[in-house]
């Protein structure tokens, strides 16, 4: 699914996402990643939200952001609440949305300067 024409510059801007894709303006990912507001997208060895855990959750918060997004493919698929306690502390907000959507959403909350991160889970994790 191709996005809407975006009048922000910022890099991590999402062209397209499908359940098996990210693509960004120079680079389409075909594995896992985390996309930052506020830095170089980068690689995640997760393939789903079951094997999501205590670390990848702090490291996410470590951006310190307002909103954590987490596209968990072409369905929805909601992590255990336990893992949810950290986000709950910090008052940090969680949207759990398929990829599509998931990037629309990201799209739109870097282009008012929100301080986003999301953690986009894609199905073929042996490819750059």
């Given amino acids: 699914m191709d996005l809407l024409e975006n009048r922000t510059n910022h890099p991590n801007i999402i062209k397209s996402a499908a ?3 990210c693509v960004f303006e120079s680079q ?3 594995h896992s990643i985390i996309i930052p507001f506020n830095g170089e997208v980068m690689a995640c060895d997760l393939i789903s939200v079951d094997e999501l855990n205590q ?3 702090q490291q996410l918060c470590d951006y310190h952001p307002e909103v954590i997004i987490l596209a968990t493919g072409s369905s929805i ?7 949810l ?9 969680l949207e759990v949305l398929h990829n599509e959507a998931a990037a629309r959403t990201f799209n739109i909350l870097l282009a008012e300067d929100r301080k986003v991160v999301c953690l986009m889970l894609l199905a073929d994790n042996n490819c750059v």
């Fill in 19 to 21: 359940a098996d894709s």
């Fill in 28 to 30: 389409t990912y075909h």
């Fill in 55 to 57: 670390q990848i959750v």
């Fill in 77 to 83: 698929i909601f992590p255990t609440t336990e893992l």
């Fill in 85 to 93: 306690d950290p986000l709950v502390k910090l008052n940090i907000g």
